[in-house]
């Protein structure tokens, strides 16, 4: 396999009902992430939780509001997390937080020995998919 | 944006079918740290998962057991997660992990230079909401 | 509470739809997983995501495709964390990390002054489940 890299995992805690522009916030930065060439965004999205409100989110209250907890995770390198940081500076009401982890994309075989594509790099990167 | 602060993300793995006193324990769990004024905490809910037993969860057996993996994700300041974790020392069948990560509150504004209001802090800090 | 040790999270992040020789690959991860003897499985899966191909994957995208987002999290001694890895190395379109964490397994005492027994140490050790 080849060696992992140095990467930072974002992650990003919110409520399922924050509002974007136009979408659902977590979409927007979805989104946002899609447009600035991430490597990639995973959403997760849970049955309870609570934040700084203290006020408990239950799959009861769901069927009134959808008001839940989502996570956004984006693993890209650590350069490429700093640049998008900013565009997440208006929002409200979240958390954010940064890890380093190690990171490698598997693509299909044992055999390359060359560095890893998974650090995102320049789109072209990607152009091939 | 203000600058991410050290902090301690605390995950509970358990099974969704755990039974607290009262009720299932990933919500006694949330509870309790909601009691304890935590910053918040994220319940997250699996298809699929096994523990120790090796025994295999899946949806199928959801519709009989319901005995599928939770996450809880508690972040706040190493000292808050330090003074929780007595709180679960009597549950069974828990992995719980500790990580250091950066993290930081948005509050809708990147023009605050002071300090973040992340770490939970004494409860009034969350008093506005 | 017994002492956390050090430990090794691996998470595999991948399309649900991705398929292994019988089974969707993240199904065929965590059989895989348990035939290593590791400590756990816990599969996530999330409403929303995209990966290299930079294609957005939705709920409404699920109804046709099932094309979501799914982690599956391994936690256990680095050790057997990179025996496993090997395993991995032949999947396509999957991105791993690697973090280091502070595990401890928790079974319903706080007396036990012994090592934690959450390492996954040999599968006897799992016998009285």
């Known amino acids: 396999m080849k060696q992992p890299r140095q990467a930072t995992l974002l ?9 974007g522009d136009e979408q659902p916030l977590f979409k927007e930065i979805v989104r946002k992430a899609q447009d600035a060439h991430l490597a990639g965004a995973t959403v997760l999205r849970g049955p309870l939780g609570f934040g700084r409100s203290g006020v408990l989110h239950t799959e ?20 490429n997390i700093q640049k998008f940081l900013p565009q ?5 009401d979240c958390v954010i937080t940064l890890a380093e ?4 994309r598997l693509d299909g075989g044992d055999t ?18």
């Open 112 to 129: 390359s020995t060359t560095s890893t594509r998974y650090s995102a790099g320049p789109p072209s990167g990607r152009a091939g998919d």
């Open 101 to 104: 982890v190690q990171a490698v």
């Open 88 to 92: 997440l500076a208006s929002f409200d």
């Open 60 to 79: 009861k209250i769901l069927r009134l509001s959808y008001d839940l907890p989502v996570v956004i995770e984006i693993i890209d390198s650590d350069e």
């Open 11 to 19: 992650r990003i805690f919110m409520d399922e009902t924050a509002r």
